[in-house]
C-alpha cells in the first residue's frame, strides 16, 4: 500500500498481454484459456498418445500456472517501488494517448515475449514428458502455443491498446 500511495501522482502503465487485460479487451483472458487448454489437449493426445482425460487436466494446470505465474511476477514488478516500472495489471483503462510513442510498442513488445518465455517454460515442465524428450515434439507443441499467443496479441495490436493504467493506482 505504500507504493501505491506514494506514487500517487504518476503514470502507472501496464502491458497489454493475454493475461492483463486493458478494459474492454476482458474476454480476451476468457477466450484464450479454453483455446490453450485445448490446443494442448489435441497436441498431447496426437503427439504423446496421452489418454484425452489426462491430457486435459494436464492442459488446464499449465493454462493455469502460466496464467498466474506469469501475472504475479508482473505484478509484483509493477508494485516493486515507490515508482514503480511497467509490468502488469488487470482491468485499467487504455492509454489511447501514448499508443504511437516507440517506448510503448517496446514495453508491449517486451512483456509479451516474457509472457513466450513462461508459456514455454511451463509447457516443458508440466506438458512434456520428461522421459524421452524428444525435441520434434517439443517444437511443434511450442511453435503451436507461441502462435496462439501471439494470435491474442492481434486484438490490441489493431486497436492501438498496448499499454493502460491510469493516473496514480
Known amino acids: 500500500m505504500a507504493a501505491a500511495a506514494a506514487h500517487g501522482h504518476g503514470l502507472v502503465e501496464y502491458a497489454s498481454t ?11 483472458p ?7 487448454v485445448a490446443l494442448n489437449t489435441v497436441l498431447l493426445v496426437a503427439l504423446w498418445r496421452e489418454r484425452p482425460h489426462r491430457a486435459a487436466v494436464r492442459s488446464a494446470i499449465a493454462a493455469g500456472v502460466f496464467g498466474l505465474t506469469f501475472y504475479w ?13 511497467p509490468g502488469l495489471g488487470w482491468g485499467r483503462p487504455v492509454l489511447w494517448g501514448l499508443a504511437h510513442l516507440p517506448y510503448t510498442r517496446s514495453l508491449f513488445l517486451r512483456w509479451n515475449v516474457y509472457g513466450l518465455l513462461f508459456l514455454g517454460a511451463v509447457l516443458l515442465v508440466l506438458l512434456v514428458k520428461v522421459k524421452p524428450l524428444q525435441l520434434g515434439r517439443c517444437g511443434v507443441l511450442l511453435a ?26
Open 73 to 85: 511476477f508482473g505484478r509484483s514488478v509493477a508494485l516493486s517501488s515507490t515508482a514503480p516500472p
Open 18 to 28: 493475454p493475461v492483463s487485460p486493458p478494459i474492454g479487451f476482458t474476454w480476451l
Open 144 to 169: 503451436a502455443n507461441a502462435a496462439l499467443y501471439a494470435a491474442c496479441l492481434l486484438p490490441y495490436h489493431q486497436a492501438g491498446a498496448y499499454t493502460h493504467g491510469s493516473v496514480g493506482l
Open 30 to 36: 476468457q477466450v484464450a484459456g479454453p483455446l490453450f
